[in-house]
């Protein structure tokens, strides 16, 4: 039978609130370090054109049916021939992300740059939530949860009586670090650089190929099968017109 806990209010004066206004504190700072960190960067011209070129042909396979099947089967075979159309990229002309990484100093660098803004702020903070606050009972949600939560909930705490509602400072800490999201987004802005799940995303994928895009796009728009929606807009007029008067 699981306890039920009376929090002291020392506990959420003396630890609750002070590691929510250190996590935000430190969200903040972490934004304007990583904004005087960042390097103006020259978009390259050719990876802007393949994005806008992927743009045209998902607006084509989205709009298929709106233009004849002539203009439909021109515009494909302009984006998608095996000779020179603007989808088709040959083999041996497919460029190696982590190659065109390596090979560009300023990239490196400024993934350095995001990557240490990113660790060495959360190893000090987890070392210092861990010396501090290790071991309390910070906060208890007010709703029941399953078995299945005890481990993300109550990190750090070794008592299988308690709650699983009942949230422990390490585990608020690790809420707070990946949930404040939303409130990062209010104060700095949607273009913020303190989210971390999206930075590690970003780590995850080290090796993304732009060009795959292009070849992606070309087969999904070699499969659209053409059906020309505007001779049936009338049928669809009158159908809907008989259904109001009636």
Do not use: C
């Not at 042909?57 to 095996?82: D, G, M, T, V, W």
């Not at 159309?85 to 993934?111: E, I, R, T, W, Y």
């Amino acid at each position: 039978m699981a306890e039920d806990l009376v929090l002291d209010t020392a506990i959420r004066n003396w630890v609750l609130i002070p590691l929510s206004v250190v996590m935000v504190l430190i969200g903040v700072l972490r934004y304007f370090v990583s904004k005087l960190m960042r390097s103006d960067q020259i978009p390259d011209v050719k990876i802007v054109k393949e994005g806008q070129l992927v743009i045209r042909a998902r607006n084509l396979r989205s709009s298929a049916n709106f233009i004849p099947a002539k203009s439909f089967r021109a515009r494909r075979h302009y984006y998608s021939n095996e000779e020179n159309g603007l989808l088709h990229v040959p083999k041996g002309q497919a460029q190696n992300p982590q190659a065109q990484m390596f090979s560009d100093p300023n990239m490196a660098m400024d993934m350095m740059k995001k990557n240490l803004s990113m660790i060495i702020p959360q190893t000090l903070t987890f070392a210092w939530v861990n010396f501090f606050f290790s071991g309390f009972v910070a906060a208890k949600i007010p709703f029941p949860l399953t078995q299945r939560f005890r481990g993300m909930l109550q990190n750090g705490i070794d008592l299988s009586t308690v709650d699983v509602s009942y949230v422990s400072s390490r585990s608020w800490y690790f809420l707070n670090l990946f949930g404040l999201r939303g409130l990062f987004s209010l104060i700095l802005g949607e273009d913020n650089a303190t989210d971390d799940t999206q930075r590690m995303m970003q780590m995850g994928g080290f090796g993304f190929d732009p060009t795959r895009s292009l070849g992606a796009e070309k087969d999904n728009l070699d499969i659209v099968q053409h059906e020309w929606a505007l001779p049936k807009f009338e049928q669809r007029a009158e159908a809907v017109l008989k259904k109001l008067v009636s």
